[in-house]
């Protein structure tokens, strides 16, 4: 009576698959090969600018972007290469606020990628990939 009821368990699902519409299945794989292509491509420029950053002493940026911003203060979210790693800097500055370090983050590239994936920034991974240009 059990395999019965795996049996019947196995059915039901092969026919909820099968309401989904081939269409539909099709996006959703295609979303994923997309993210996995960019992410793929992500992780390379950053190995090769790395490399660079290590060879020159010179961090990259790869964004900046502006939390909040007030009449005379902002606050950042900068990350850039710095050697092997990838740093995330929250930083504000500006009129009466002293200029502070909120938060510092360190990534390896591997990390990184997989926290920019992970999360669904892909606004920032377009970001990275275009300063890596």
């Known amino acids: 009576m059990a395999s019965h009821n795996n049996h019947h368990k196995n059915v039901d699902k092969k026919r909820f698959y099968s309401l989904i519409s081939p269409h539909v299945q099709e996006e959703g794989q ?31 940026l790869l964004y900046r972007n502006t939390i909040e911003e007030s009449k005379d203060a902002l606050q950042e979210e900068v990350g850039m290469i710095s050697g092997k790693h990838i740093v995330i ?11 502070t370090f909120q938060k510092i983050e360190v990534y390896t590239s591997d990390k990184f990628t997989n926290w920019i994936v992970k999360n669904g920034k892909k606004d920032l991974l377009l970001q990275c990939l275009e300063s890596l240009e």
């Open 89 to 99: 800097m929250i930083y504000s500055y500006g009129g009466f606020v002293p200029s």
């Open 30 to 60: 295609d979303n994923v090969i997309i993210e996995d292509w960019l992410a793929e491509r992500l992780a390379d420029k950053l190995r090769k600018a790395s490399m660079v950053v290590q060879q020159t002493h010179i961090p990259h």
